[in-house]
């Protein structure tokens, strides 16, 4: 039973945003291509654990605390008499690991072992346990889910999955027996009920309101959009949509941008940057948001 789904953090959807509105630095780039990749081989890992037999709870990307420590899990699954802690890597190409260091093949450049941060998360996730009063065994591996990975010199005796060996692990996964309890579903929603929603690791570019440019722009090839009619429409690919979705979007995006700044229908009409009147964003902000303040000094929330 899948009790938490993966959608794209704050923190990539934030750079997708910013790559629309601003010039990126070739670091923020990179940065931005690490968690899109990330993020891709994370989806795919998803699909393979709703193949999953017998009685499991599967929790996707869940960040904990624990005295202060921060952990993130990609993929936990609780099982009858084991939680398999799962660490997700979209690696590609050739790799090869020499004294617990893990180097890139082609440029010979040296990279984290992400052994070393799953023997973190496996480590703090079992003090959370220890607190919670649970015993239950906690089994940590690193799934490299790229089939076009391969790793030079791999020890045996390290917690890695390679992309030849997935279909294996959840074959022996699937071949384990597992009934559930109520102290694993109680487990499960304690966990739940844990999950940060603020990451401290978020890495963003410097960036300022003034700084970006205003505009509604296209989901599909990210031109500007213009308001024709009740619609948006890009006058470049031809993509379109709805003019109040099209209006929500934005706000969604102003929003996580800008969480200290109060939503108001000036601030709207000045980031859209739309040949649409001011009353139609504030209709907009009426239906699907609670007025704040006095009517001079109306806000949204």
Same mark, same amino acid.
């Given at each position: 039973?899948?009790?938490?789904?993966?959608?794209?953090?704050?923190?990539?959807?934030?750079?997708?945003?910013?790559?629309?509105?601003?010039?990126?630095?070739?670091?923020?780039?990179?940065?931005?291509?690490?968690?899109?990749?990330?993020?891709?081989?994370?989806?795919?890992?998803?699909?393979? +654990?709703?193949? /999953?037999? @017998?009685?499991?709870?599967?929790?996707? &990307?869940?960040? #904990? =605390?624990?005295?202060?420590? %921060?952990?993130?899990?990609?993929?936990?699954?609780?099982?009858?008499? +084991?939680?398999? /802690?799962? @660490?997700?890597?979209?690696?590609?190409? &050739?790799?090869? #690991? =020499?004294?617990?260091?893990? %180097?890139?093949?082609?440029?010979?450049?040296?990279?984290?072992?992400?052994?070393?941060? /799953?023997?973190?998360?496996?480590?703090?996730?079992?003090?959370?346990?220890?607190?919670?009063?649970?015993?239950?065994?906690?089994?940590?591996?690193?799934?490299?889910?790229?089939?076009?990975?391969? /790793?030079?010199?791999?020890?045996?005796?390290?917690?890695?999955?390679?992309?030849?060996?997935?279909?294996?692990?959840?074959?022996?996964?699937?071949?384990?027996?597992?009934?559930?309890?109520?102290?694993?579903?109680?487990?499960?929603?304690?966990?739940?009920?844990?999950?940060?929603?603020?990451?401290?690791?978020?890495?963003?570019?410097?960036?300022?309101?003034?700084?970006?440019?205003?505009?509604?722009?296209?989901?599909?090839?990210?031109?500007?959009?213009?308001?024709?009619?009740?619609?948006?429409?890009?006058?470049?690919?031809?993509?379109?949509?709805?003019?109040?979705?099209?209006?929500?979007?934005?706000?969604?995006?102003?929003?996580?941008?800008?969480?200290?700044?109060?939503?108001?229908?000036?601030?709207?009409?000045?980031?859209?940057?739309?040949?649409?009147?001011?009353?139609?964003?504030?209709?907009?902000?009426?239906?699907?948001?609670?007025?704040?303040?006095?009517?001079?000094?109306?806000?949204?929330?």
């Amino acid at each position: 039973m899948l009790l938490k789904r993966r959608f794209p953090s704050d923190e990539l959807w934030s750079m997708r945003y910013l790559n629309t509105r601003m010039e990126l630095t070739e670091k923020e780039k990179q940065h931005w291509a690490n968690l899109e990749k990330g993020y891709e081989g994370e989806v795919k890992f998803d699909l393979l +654990t709703e193949k /999953l037999t @017998e009685e499991r709870l599967v929790i996707h &990307d869940l960040l #904990l =605390e624990v005295n202060n420590s %921060y952990f993130q899990i990609d993929t936990l699954i609780i099982s009858e008499r +084991t939680i398999h /802690l799962i @660490e997700i890597k979209n690696f590609q190409g &050739d790799w090869h #690991l =020499e004294s617990d260091k893990l %180097y890139a093949a082609n440029t010979g450049r040296e990279y984290k072992n992400p052994v070393y941060q /799953l023997k973190r998360s496996a480590a703090l996730f079992r003090q959370l346990l220890q607190i919670l009063m649970q015993t239950i065994p906690v089994e940590a591996s690193v799934i490299f889910i790229n089939p076009e990975f391969t /790793l030079y010199q791999a020890p045996m005796d390290q917690p890695i999955i390679l992309p030849t060996q997935i279909s294996r692990f959840l074959k022996d996964l699937n071949h384990t027996p597992s009934k559930l309890n109520e102290g694993h579903r109680k487990l499960a929603q304690q966990l739940l009920s844990l999950h940060q929603t603020k990451n401290p690791y978020t890495i963003l570019p410097d960036y300022h309101f003034d700084q970006l440019k205003k505009g509604m722009y296209c989901l599909d090839c990210h031109s500007l959009l213009s308001p024709v009619h009740k619609n948006l429409v890009c006058e470049k690919c031809g993509g379109h949509e709805k003019m109040d979705q099209g209006i929500l979007r934005n706000i969604k995006e102003f929003k996580l941008l800008f969480p200290e700044r109060k939503l108001t229908s000036q601030s709207i009409y000045e980031w859209c940057n739309a040949n649409i009147s001011k009353r139609t964003y504030s209709r907009v902000l009426k239906k699907y948001f609670t007025a704040r303040g006095s009517t001079s000094n109306t806000y949204y929330e």
